[in-house]
């Protein structure tokens, strides 16, 4: 590839896609061969962020420089901490400004109303018994963000609802006491 650049056949920032030769017995006593020359080309999509909404996928590009608006949707498509992708140097998005719309209804509850929080024991959690409650469709896939999420880990209780659960993946958690397990049978 070097030389390529160096011939000038190529610019340095391209990346080419070199053939692959690659040869392989058909019969155990080595007789007949094949050769398959072939470019290692996948195939892939993309899509614009606004199209992305409502989807979740299990690894995404997003571009250094995107709106805040944009890169909160673009961020929150993927499934784990693992799946995101920036795309250049990351830019910071600016702050909304004091006349953005969000900036003056966030000024106006604050000045207009004095909001009380519903679940005031939830600030005060040695008062109270902690529970949280978890609901996916497979545990499985989800197993490694419940063992990092520390509003999990924090709590006494922990309820775990799949549509399919698997007996050994639950007693993996390091569960102090196993209260009851149900596994609903199609009617």
Not at 131 to 159: G, M, P, W, Y
């Amino acid at each position: 590839m070097d030389q390529l650049v160096n011939d000038g056949k190529i610019q340095g920032n391209w990346t080419p896609i070199m053939r692959s030769r690659q040869t392989f017995n058909v019969h155990t006593k080595g007789s007949t061969q094949i050769c398959r020359i072939q470019y290692p080309i996948v195939p892939a999509e993309a899509i614009t962020i606004h199209k992305s909404q409502g989807q979740t996928c299990d690894s995404i590009v997003v571009p250094g420089k995107a709106e805040r608006c944009l890169l909160y949707v673009a961020f929150s498509r993927a499934r784990t901490l693992d799946g995101p992708f920036i795309n250049g140097d990351f830019h910071e998005p600016n702050p909304p400004s004091i006349q953005h719309p969000v900036t003056k209804e966030m000024q106006r509850l604050r000045t207009d109303f004095h909001l009380k929080p519903k679940f005031q024991h939830l600030r005060f959690p040695s008062q109270s018994i902690q529970f949280a409650s978890f609901n996916v469709q497979s545990l499985r896939k989800h197993i490694t963000s419940v063992r990092v999420d520390q509003v999990l880990l924090s709590c006494e209780v922990l309820l775990f609802q799949e549509t399919c659960a698997s007996s050994n993946l639950v007693a993996n958690l390091s569960v102090t006491k196993q209260l009851k397990r149900h596994f609903a049978t199609k009617t």
